[in-house]
């Protein structure tokens, strides 16, 4: 069958946004919008940066402040920014910048007494209404039902959620971790299909699944990391023939527990690999996590990784959509508000799930599972396992520094657990 192909970013190669359709003959190119004419990555960096913060970095943090403005605030701000950009569809469809130059100067002078909360809701507003009209005239342009999403623009959850929704949409697939690194993905794809075409015999094409494509960890690295590093002087290191039974103990009596586990997750998203995890019904965690460990912005909502058959419990879902790699939000469910509150936003009630299913990660499965059998909760908080600033930790030899460096009582690392001599309560 076909698929509507949308993508959407900052600048990109000089486009911002495509409209493609995509089947058994390749991908075509519909339409798109050249970035110079305005984008609307561009903008919410704009508004990143009108904020005090970095761009193209931190668009997350305005987006979990969204939620926080009050409506008569975020409407004041919205006809501010109204005013600056636009889509058109004429000829072709495209983002359009209304104020021409010193866009920046535009908001200055227009925002002055607008409060911080007040311009974060409003351009969260704005930017899902353009995307929404876009994605609704790429999905009439291209007739097909089935989405496919990429791009810097589809790394906003909350947008995706709207997007999820729409009436026009059958089934949606966002691209995990959509920015420029993803491109060495559909190369990959890319030319597979190209050495179909050239008579060479290869494997069919299978599908995306796991994100898991990075460095393993493996018992002889870990026994070198702790014997090089010395972590064993100031610590306990004890091995756990059934680790995750270990590590779903001490999240049930509401410890937090770093895992260092298998294949190193590609991009983005931490997805139980390379995590910090705790239990997500004990809202005390939140400010354990984001003082003694991760540095986090008070505002900021976690994510919980639910097993898949437990999602009709704590979501609402009514296209059973499947969201593995953590894309999109969801309404939760009452039990979702209780049960993970901690992974819940505080302010929205939505939930931004990794679906864990048990052929993409067994063993991940099965410390859920014996925590479920502890707790009767059916998933787990799973946070990116680095210090604030500093990417997610890759070998056991930064699984060990950052635990080290940190508020972290305990290190699941492979079979073994690591843990700081704190405490008698073990």
Not at 313 to 336: A, E, H
């Amino acid at each position: 069958g076909m698929t509507t192909v949308l993508t959407n970013d900052a600048s990109g190669d000089g486009l911002c946004a495509t409209w493609n359709t995509a089947g058994p003959d390749g991908i075509h190119r519909i339409a798109s919008s050249p970035s110079a004419a305005g984008s609307l990555g561009s903008f919410y960096s704009l508004i990143t940066q009108y904020l005090g913060m970095r761009q193209l970095e931190h668009e997350y943090k305005v987006m979990g402040l969204a939620p926080y403005a009050p409506d008569y605030g975020r409407e004041k701000s919205y006809d501010v920014l109204k005013k600056m950009i636009a889509f058109e569809q004429n000829d072709a469809p495209e983002f359009r910048w209304k104020i021409r130059r010193d866009r920046f100067r535009y908001m200055m002078e227009n925002l002055a007494r607008h409060r911080f909360d007040w311009v974060a809701g409003a351009a969260q507003e704005l930017f899902e209404e353009l995307l929404l009209d876009w994605v609704c005239a790429g999905i009439e342009a291209v007739g097909e039902r089935r989405v496919v999403l990429s791009g810097g623009v589809f790394m906003n959850v909350k947008a995706n959620q709207k997007v999820s929704v729409l009436d026009e949409i059958d089934e949606v697939y966002v691209l995990p971790s959509c920015g420029d690194e993803s491109n060495a993905i559909g190369a990959a794809y890319w030319l597979h299909a190209e050495g179909g075409k050239s008579g060479r015999r290869t494997n069919s094409c299978v599908p995306f699944k796991g994100l898991y494509l990075g460095r393993d960890v493996v018992e002889e690295s870990i026994t070198q990391a702790i014997s090089d590093t010395g972590v064993g002087e100031a610590n306990s290191v004890r091995r756990f023939d059934d680790i995750e039974s270990e590590v779903a103990r001490l999240l049930s009596i509401g410890e937090v527990v770093a895992r260092g586990e298998g294949r190193e997750e590609f991009g983005a998203r931490a997805l139980g690999n390379r995590s910090i995890l705790a239990n997500p019904k004990d809202f005390q965690v939140v400010t354990h996590i984001n003082k003694m460990i991760k540095s986090r912005d008070f505002w900021m909502p976690f994510a919980p990784s639910i097993l898949d058959r437990r999602v009709a419990d704590y979501i609402l879902n009514p296209k059973g959509l499947f969201s593995p790699y953590m894309m999109i939000t969801f309404d939760s469910t009452p039990l979702g508000r209780e049960e993970l509150t901690a992974a819940c936003h505080p302010y929205d009630g939505t939930l931004r799930p990794q679906m864990v299913e048990h052929s993409y990660n067994p063993d991940y499965y099965r410390l859920i599972e014996a925590f479920e059998g502890l707790t009767g909760i059916g998933g787990v908080l799973n946070t990116s396992y680095n210090l604030h600033g500093e990417p997610i930790v890759s070998s056991p030899e930064d699984a060990i520094r950052t635990f080290e460096n940190s508020g972290l009582v305990h290190l699941a690392l492979g079979q073994y657990l690591i843990s700081k001599k704190l405490t008698h309560t073990l």
